[in-house]
């Protein structure tokens, strides 16, 4: 099994409509992150937690919201889907301390109609 | 602001041709710099991480190198399943340590 998985892989839907991306990880990490990527444009931070009580906005956080329900699970929300917010979006966890890398989801792949 | 600018965006090479990929930065202090993998369809995944100018790592037909303003990733008679995306992502000091990505480079070797 993977230590990071996302659901789901793949989503259709149309404008308007809300959306929720999960995402849970069997690393024990206390740091989560969601990132979006659109070609040219790489990978750009949406929103990150450093513990469950710890909720922070990233770059590109407007028409997201988040939910830490646990260690071990970070959902990102689309209140109202629109468009431009088509793209593949990735979970990171990393460990607290010195060495920062990342761990990274499959990815969910989103289509707004 | 930190930056990190990859180039060349897209790199096309025999299998066997060597080459070097780019990643130049600008932070204000270097905690870490990263290199990762990601294949079509999937996460990225680590490759390297950095620290210090001078430093080297080697994984298998890979190399990374640093100096103050840029590090590169060295491909030694690259094979076809080198194919990737290379992304590089840096870390800064005195601030949340959250990484910071270029836009990656897409290496296709031909066989």
């Known amino acids: 099994d993977a230590d990071v998985t996302q659901t789901p892989r793949n989503r259709i839907t149309k404008t308007g409509k809300r959306i929720m991306l999960e995402c849970s990880q069997t690393?024990?990490?206390?740091?989560m992150y969601w990132y979006r990527q659109d070609p040219g444009l790489g990978l750009r931070l949406i929103y990150y937690?450093?513990?469950?009580?710890?909720?922070n906005k990233g770059e590109i956080s407007d028409g997201y919201s988040v939910s830490r329900q646990a260690q071990a699970k970070f959902s990102l929300s689309l209140e109202s889907a629109i468009p431009n917010q088509t793209a593949l979006y990735f979970c990171?966890?990393?460990?607290?301390?010195?060495?920062?890398?990342?761990?990274f989801g499959s990815g969910t792949q989103l289509s707004v109609l | 602001e930190d930056q990190v600018t990859q180039s060349p965006e897209a790199l096309r090479l025999q299998e066997g041709e060597s080459s070097s990929l780019n990643c130049s930065y600008t932070?204000?202090?270097?905690?870490?710099l990263f290199w990762y993998r990601q294949d079509p369809g999937k996460g990225p995944e680590f490759l390297f991480t950095?620290?210090?100018a001078g430093e080297e790592k080697e994984k298998e037909r890979l190399k990374a190198t640093l100096t103050k303003k840029e590090s590169f990733l060295h491909i030694t008679a690259p094979k076809p399943e080198d194919s990737a995306t290379y992304l590089c992502?840096?870390?800064?000091?005195?601030?949340?340590?959250?990484?910071?990505f270029g836009r990656g480079t897409s290496l296709i070797v031909h066989p």
């Open positions: 950095l620290y210090s």
């Open positions: 992502a840096v870390t800064s000091q005195g601030g949340s340590y959250i990484p910071t």
């Open positions: 990171a966890t990393s460990e607290q301390g010195p060495n920062e890398k990342l761990f």
């Open positions: 937690s450093f513990d469950v009580k710890d909720i």
């Open positions: 690393k024990g990490h206390d740091r």
């Open positions: 932070v204000s202090g270097l905690r870490g």
